[in-house]
């Protein structure tokens, strides 16, 4: 970090440390507590390839350790914010329709107005000055994604983000907050805040920031864990894990019963603080990582804005033959792809009942939902729908699996401002889509080197969504040769 970066930094840590906020044991008495709330188990530091800004351990720390707490007052809630501020609480009485969610981001924009004068100001500061969450891509970044199911998650959330916006635009007229933060613009970057960093709280599903707490960047549930997600999704009712842990609908900290932890932090009573644990053992400098709850990296991507390479958790649904749906019971949402290419446990239970005869089904039904085999004929035809299905939808794409590749090399490029990018060999599809985003952010081709520089925040998205079709179309390629090696195998 350079030298002002660090002192700032440092400044933040002492606020914090007067709030309480420590990385102490809870019997060790801080010798200097005024001065930084970190450095007995953690430091603030940067990992470029994982998350950015983060949490290191500060010494070799075991599995299961209590490594932060930040107590309840260093809490950013609906609670300590807007119900402490009188005008605020006058304020809301006349909106009763807006969410918790949508408060707590009015009550972040109104504090940021309030500039130096915050109490929160310390921390505020120390925010990221932008999301590449969904609800902040544009057109051409939504269209990149390339997957109907993608592009319409995408629109779904600009849309939610602009009515909330709508919705919100009275009470911040009410409550003075000055107009360049009561724009879309500045709602995004609120309710970016608030959909990526918050923690979950039991008294308000709004969920609350929390100082130093939300550094730690994110680690998938491990692969033992995987199978929580079919189960979860499937309604099992052998489901270890609470229901939250498998919405979709932003838990930044969710809890499993005690047989499993999902994951490693959450709000203790009895202590009053929100107490973080190592999920494993880390060895001094190691990145400390937190898993925020189970998601595919398209609920990353919409939720957090960013995805995973290896996502034990991702998943590809892929569009089925209407009678399907009606043919089995199982959700929709368990009807999937899994990371490594194998077919959901629903969706081939569903696949191979609507391969039966229609008179035949109910005779056989029990074995589909049980997960066996119907008959070698019925898993042939099975297998044979899944990998044509998967390679008609791959040969539909705008682009191939190698053309995104060599698209990303091209963008990386770009974002070392490369003067030498050989843009006449490219396939067509790639030069079509580069010179559509060239327009889109008005530079000519002649200044694509200067693009990242103009417009870091839109390639950076580009970037994303282009990586996330690449990883979506990559499951399919696994899902083909999974479905080909069965029919080698029954075929001896
Ligand atoms: C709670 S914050 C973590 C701290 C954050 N890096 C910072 O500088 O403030 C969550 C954000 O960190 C980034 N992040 C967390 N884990 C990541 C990971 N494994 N890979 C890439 N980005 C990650 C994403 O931008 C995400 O929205």
């Known amino acids: 970090m350079e030298n002002e970066e660090e002192n700032e930094v440092y400044n933040f840590l002492g606020w914090a440390a007067k709030l309480g906020i420590t990385d102490s044991p809870l019997d060790l008495k801080d010798p200097s507590p005024h001065s930084c709330c970190l450095a007995h188990s953690l430091c603030v530091s940067h990992f470029p390839n994982a998350g950015g800004r983060g949490l290191a351990a500060a010494r070799d720390v075991r599995k299961g350790e209590l490594i932060l707490r930040v107590p309840k007052q260093a809490l950013f809630t609906t609670q300590s914010v807007v119900l402490q501020n009188h005008n605020f609480s006058v304020a809301l009485q006349k909106y009763h329709s807006l969410s918790s969610a949508q408060i707590l981001t009015i009550a972040l924009l109104n504090e940021i107005s309030k500039g130096k004068s915050s109490f929160w100001f310390p921390y505020l500061k120390h925010l990221p000055q932008s999301y590449d969450i969904l609800a902040s891509f544009s057109q051409f970044e939504t269209q990149a994604l390339q997957v109907d199911d993608a592009i319409w998650a995408a629109e779904k959330a600009i849309c939610k983000a602009k009515s909330e916006w709508k919705e919100a635009i009275l009470l911040m007229n009410d409550l003075k907050i000055k107009n360049k933060l009561q724009s879309l613009r500045a709602w995004l970057w609120a309710s970016g805040t608030i959909s990526s960093r918050t923690l979950h709280i039991p008294w308000d599903e709004a969920g609350c920031l929390c100082p130093v707490g939300d550094l730690f960047n994110y680690a998938a549930p491990g ?15 052998s489901c270890m894990c609470t229901t939250s842990c498998c919405v ?32 494993k053992s880390y060895r001094k400098g190691e990145q400390v990582l937190l898993s925020y709850g189970t998601y595919t990296n398209l609920e990353l991507l919409e939720h957090y804005g960013f995805i995973l390479n290896r996502n034990p958790n991702d998943k590809a649904f892929i569009p089925l033959e209407p009678e399907m749906y009606s043919c089995c019971s199982w959700p929709q949402n368990s009807l999937f792809i899994h990371q490594n290419g194998k077919p959901s446990f629903s969706l081939l239970s569903t696949i191979r009942l609507w391969a039966t005869p229609p008179n035949q089904r109910k005779s056989v039904g029990h074995l589909a939902l049980s997960g066996s085999q119907i008959s070698k004929e019925n898993e042939l035809f099975a297998m044979e729908w899944i990998a044509k299905k998967c390679h008609v939808i791959l ?13 990303l090399a091209t963008i990386d490029n770009m974002c070392i401002s490369k003067s030498t990018i050989e843009f006449e060999k490219m396939p067509s599809t790639i030069k079509c889509e580069i010179q559509g985003f060239l ?4 530079v000519s081709m002649e200044k694509m080197v200067d693009v990242y520089r103009q417009s870091k925040y839109s390639v950076d998205r580009w970037k994303l969504a282009v990586e996330w079709r690449v990883g979506y179309k990559k499951i399919l390629v696994d899902c083909i040769s999974h479905c080909i090696g ?7």
């Open 486 to 492: 069965r029919i080698d195998d029954m075929n001896g």
């Open 223 to 237: 692969e033992e864990l995987g199978e929580c997600d079919d189960f979860c999704t499937q309604g099992n009712a």
């Open 439 to 442: 327009n889109v952010v008005d």
């Open 395 to 407: 040969k539909n794409f705008g682009t191939s699996i190698k053309e995104d590749n060599l698209l």
């Open 248 to 279: 979709t609908d932003k838990p930044f900290v969710e809890h499993c019963d005690d047989s499993v932890r999902l994951t490693d932090g959450g709000y203790e009573k009895d202590i009053g603080a929100y107490c973080f644990y190592a999920r």
